[in-house]
């Protein structure tokens, strides 16, 4: 079998990472530590200042998380033949090759994100998801969105855009009109891998030559060209992946044209998980000298980089660094006779919760769904809900506790609040436990309507992101009729959050932001006997694309 070790970049961070990591390898820590002045561990486990959202502070913190991740997983695996990283992860992938040890990692990550915060002239990202490259750049192509460049090709039907906030707005707008995909903001600060971190890009390579770098010992396929590191281009090739795009479809292809069969993801969450099978399902092909598509490099052609394209002379602004667009499909192109289930409902869906299959299982009474159950589903790339309704908190607690053992940081699993309007004292004790546990996905059930609890659960602790919109946990509402799912997907009562915190039931949630929401779960019908057929059809509503956020 052939490996290749992938480590996550920046978008992947939360609250509560490294969590299972956080009595291990307590030197590096410390060494952390020491480097950034202030606790890294804290920061991670409880979002503790200087918190995850500043990207001076967020690379450091994703950086040791995934440092640490990989020497767990080291201890008990052997070695791949190939390593890569997303953008920040690459520092990771370097680190687990050899190329500088994990001290000079940090200060590198360190400098690294001080210079794109100092030097960023303010913007952001954009994910567009469910459509074509050549869709997206015929949508660029518009003069008022001159300014965007392509700034991750992550896979066939999933780019992200960088530039300015306006300009993304408009460009979400554009293909949310167009029906081109979905239009996803993105949890950074700055317009990275574009051509406004050029300034960075050299700033930070003047940085980079005071350091010493060795060739890695393993493999690493590099951002900026898709192709393993030559000797002596590490400097070389860090500064420039600041302002070149990410070449990550092309990467995880290249791969896959070696013959890697299995990618293993070091790092909090499971994206790059579901990008290789994305890429293993439709990989990069490239325009030959003939102008034919063909597929995937071989490993006899791994030493010829990609060429790194740049945009026509009389392009305003300056130079600005594209992806090349892939030829439209011929009849030589072989066509599905049948979808697979992966590609089976809304990737939209399966973006917004992480998931392979677009598939829920709700959950049952009393543990019958239970955490044997919901890991096994959260291995195999789908979402399944613990039976948490009838049992005592400490068997809810046990049953949290069972799930984050097994499933490790990012592992997804749900959790079920089932209604109590006979007993209101429980439905509190049990958001407060949620709450306490940053439990982020939630299945309501039982419920003809919504309650503060329900609200606070959705709301407690939301914040906002560096682009001002808000976010929020996950919550599904298991519904039966059409009117309860309106009221559920209505904006929460005005007054509703401030009374529940005012009870200091739970820890209030940040001021405003569930007001900005205008839809606060997903629903999804639960037809009853009573139905009529009109009332059975099965709803499904998800916020995300009424403007909550980037979580729904």
């Known amino acids: 079998m052939t490996t290749a070790w992938l480590f996550p970049g920046q978008g992947s961070q939360h609250i509560g990472m490294g969590r299972s990591l956080a009595e291990r390898f307590p030197e590096l820590w410390e060494t952390a530590d020491r480097i950034l002045g202030y606790s890294v561990r804290d920061q991670c486990l409880t979002g503790a200042a200087p918190g995850l959202t500043d990207t001076r502070h967020v690379q450091p913190a994703l950086f040791v998380v995934n440092a640490l991740t990989h020497l767990a997983y080291r201890a008990d695996h052997p070695e791949p033949q190939w390593i890569a990283g997303h953008s920040l992860g690459e520092y990771n992938a370097l680190l687990a090759a050899g190329c500088f040890d994990f001290a000079t990692g940090v200060r590198l990550v360190k400098h690294r994100g001080e210079i794109m915060s100092q030097d960023s002239p303010g913007g952001g990202m954009l994910a567009v998801i469910g459509a074509s490259a050549s869709a997206v750049a015929e949508s660029l192509a518009a003069p008022d969105l001159a300014g965007l460049d392509i700034a991750n090709r992550n896979s066939a039907t999933q780019l992200v855009l960088s530039g300015p906030v306006a300009l993304l707005e408009r460009a979400a707008a554009t293909v949310t009109h167009r029906k081109r995909g979905r239009?996803?903001?993105?949890?950074?600060?700055?317009?990275?891998?574009?051509?406004?971190?050029?300034?960075?890009?050299?700033?930070?390579?003047?940085?980079?030559?005071?350091?010493?770098?060795?060739?890695?010992?393993?493999?690493?396929?590099?951002?900026v060209t898709g192709r393993p590191y030559p000797p002596g281009a590490v400097a070389d090739l860090l500064a420039r992946q600041l302002a070149a795009p990410v070449r990550w479809w092309e990467s995880m292809s290249h791969l896959l044209g070696l013959g890697v069969t299995e990618a293993v993801e070091l790092g909090p969450g499971t994206v790059l998980t579901g990008l290789w099978r994305q890429a293993a399902d439709e990989p990069y092909r490239h325009e030959s000298g003939t102008g034919e598509r063909v597929d995937p490099p071989s490993a006899t052609e791994a030493d010829e980089p990609l060429p790194v394209p740049t945009v026509a002379a009389d392009r305003p602004g300056p130079p600005r660094h594209l992806v090349p667009e892939p030829p439209a499909a011929t009849s030589a192109t072989p066509i599905r006779s049948a979808p697979e289930a992966a590609d089976l409902g809304s990737a939209a869906f399966r973006w917004d919760y992480g998931l392979r299959y677009a598939y829920l299982a709700g959950s049952m009474f009393?543990?019958?769904a239970s955490t044997e159950l919901v890991a096994r589903m959260s291995r195999a790339g789908l979402l399944g809900f613990f039976g948490a309704g009838g049992l005592s908190l400490p068997e809810v607690d046990a049953a949290i506790a069972r799930l984050r053992t097994e499933l490790g940081d990012g592992g997804r699993f749900?959790?079920?609040l089932l209604a109590t309007p006979d007993d209101p004292q429980a439905e509190r004790a049990l958001v407060r436990r949620y709450l306490e546990q940053d439990i982020q996905y939630i299945e309501a059930s039982g419920y003809t309507g919504v309650t503060a609890g329900v609200i606070h659960l959705r709301f407690g602790g939301a914040r906002?992101?560096?682009?001002?919109?808000?976010?929020?946990?996950?919550?599904?509402?298991k519904v039966s009729r059409p009117e309860v799912a309106e009221a559920f997907t209505a904006p929460p009562p005005t007054g509703s959050c401030d009374n529940w915190s005012m009870?200091?039931?739970c820890r209030p949630p940040k001021p405003r932001s569930p007001r900005?929401?205008?839809?606060?779960?997903?629903?999804?019908?639960?037809p009853t006997p009573a139905d009529t057929p009109t009332a059975a059809i099965p709803m499904f509503c998800c916020p995300r694309s009424s403007g909550c956020g980037t979580v729904a």
């Open 414 to 416: 749900g959790m079920n």
């Open 366 to 368: 009393q543990g019958i």
């Open 464 to 477: 906002r992101q560096p682009d001002g919109s808000p976010t929020a946990r996950h919550l599904i509402a």
């Open 516 to 526: 900005r929401c205008r839809s606060p779960v997903t629903c999804a019908s639960k």
């Open 183 to 223: 239009a996803i903001p993105l949890r950074v600060s700055a317009p990275f891998h574009s051509r406004y971190m050029a300034g960075a890009a050299e700033r930070f390579a003047r940085f980079l030559e005071t350091v010493d770098f060795a060739d890695p010992r393993i493999p690493v396929v590099a951002n």
């Open 503 to 505: 009870r200091r039931r």
